[in-house]
């Protein structure tokens, strides 16, 4: 069965810069879109940054560009999520997916069950 697990949430400071790392087993990595996705407290989960299946082509929500670099690599089944110049509303729980739907305007799981999400690590920024 498909297993995805990130890792790198933190607590940081305004202007501070953070990595996430998502890793997927249980298909094969390299043939699917991988996604970062950020659900803060009373708001609705929102596509952070998603990446096609070779990493060539990219897709960044409004909130991630500019600041935000996803990349992948296949021969070791993960991607990340380089976050720079953080600020307090980019906290949130992130989560990684496998599997998504991704375009030049789009960034969505596929609907997926929950095997197909991680279980979410928390980015905090504050002073």
């Known amino acids: 069965h498909v297993q995805v697990v990130e890792s790198g949430g933190h607590s940081v400071r305004p202007g501070e810069s953070l990595r996430l790392s998502c890793t997927v087993s249980g298909l094969t990595f390299r043939f699917y879109n991988m996604g970062w996705f950020r659900q803060a407290p009373g708001k609705d989960r929102e596509g952070v940054a998603c990446?096609?299946?070779?990493?060539?082509?990219?897709y960044y929500g409004e909130s991630a560009e500019g600041r935000f670099t996803i990349s992948r690599d296949n021969v070791r089944n993960t991607f990340y999520l380089q976050m720079t110049s953080l600020k307090p509303e980019d906290t949130a729980m992130y989560y990684c997916?496998?599997?998504?739907?991704?375009?030049?305007?789009?960034?969505?799981?596929?609907?997926?069950?929950?095997?197909?999400w991680g279980q979410g690590t928390q980015v905090t920024v504050a002073d």
């Open positions: 990446i096609s299946m070779g990493g060539v082509a990219a």
């Open positions: 997916a496998a599997d998504v739907t991704m375009g030049t305007s789009v960034c969505t799981g596929r609907g997926h069950g929950e095997d197909y």
